[in-house]
């Protein structure tokens, strides 16, 4: 009993001579725990909602095919929201003056078409203003590609219009020499329904 309050006795009087060492230690792990989170500076986010619609059906698509396209398409934006490229864009439509801006995360909510942008950045403000340039520069750019697409489509509409108007052009070659009357017949149905595909497609082109 009597070694045991001497060992207890001297572990007191350890602690009383080093308590400055003890007490500097504490503090130094303290600080070093703690610095970190005091001088980080503080981060901002903000978030955006975008809904997206999908420009992938065409005037030759089955439906099975518009419904896959359409979700490709959703994902696709998704992407294309979070590339190095949308990015590039967003800091210049910022401008040189503008607070940089940290990361950016793009997420579908749900099943549904809608896109979730969020953009952290060193104040509120820079947050709030980069989400937005995100949002404008995705609407724009989706407008434009939708106008693109539309030329294209309408561009190969007016080729097939062209091709049925060449082959009704030799089908009424074909008429003018024609004396059996069962081929007048099947070359007359040929041409009406061409004439009917290149009327239609030059209506899809037009709209």
Same mark, same amino acid.
């Given at each position: 009993? &009597? ?8 572990? #007191?009087? %350890?602690?009383?001579? @080093? ?14 725990? %703690?610095?970190?989170? %005091? ?7 903000? *978030?955006?909602?975008?809904?997206? *619609? ?20 959703? #994902? ?7 590339s190095s ?8 439509? &910022? ?8 990361? %950016? =995360? ?34 724009? =750019?989706? @407008?434009? =590609?939708?106008? =693109? ?23 009424d070659?074909q008429?003018?020499?024609?004396t ?6 099947? &070359?007359?149905?040929?041409r *009406?329904? #061409? ?13």
């Open positions: 009993m &009597l070694s045991t309050q001497l060992t207890l006795r001297e572990y #007191l009087d %350890v602690l009383r001579r @080093r308590r400055v060492v003890i007490l500097l230690v504490t503090l130094v792990t303290i600080a070093l725990g %703690v610095l970190p989170v %005091v001088l980080r500076s503080p981060e901002y986010a903000s *978030t955006a909602s975008l809904q997206v *619609t999908s420009d992938e059906e065409t005037p030759f698509s089955r439906g099975d095919e518009n419904v896959q396209g359409q979700m490709r398409s959703v #994902l696709t934006d998704v992407e294309a929201l979070k490229g949308m990015r590039a864009l967003v800091v210049d439509r &910022l401008g040189p003056e503008a607070e940089p801006f940290g990361d %950016v =995360e793009a997420s579908l909510v749900g099943f549904s078409e809608v896109i979730r942008v969020t953009v952290k950045g060193p104040s509120p403000a820079a947050a709030a203003d980069a989400a937005n340039a995100y949002a404008d520069v995705f609407v724009e =750019e989706r @407008r434009r =590609e939708a106008n =693109e697409a539309l030329v294209s489509q309408a561009a190969e509409l007016r080729s097939r219009a062209d091709s049925a108007q060449q082959e009704i052009a030799e089908i070659r008429l003018a020499t024609a059996d009357l069962s081929l007048r017949d099947r &070359l007359a149905l040929e *009406t329904s #061409l004439a009917a595909q290149a009327q239609e497609f030059s209506r899809r082109a037009d709209q």
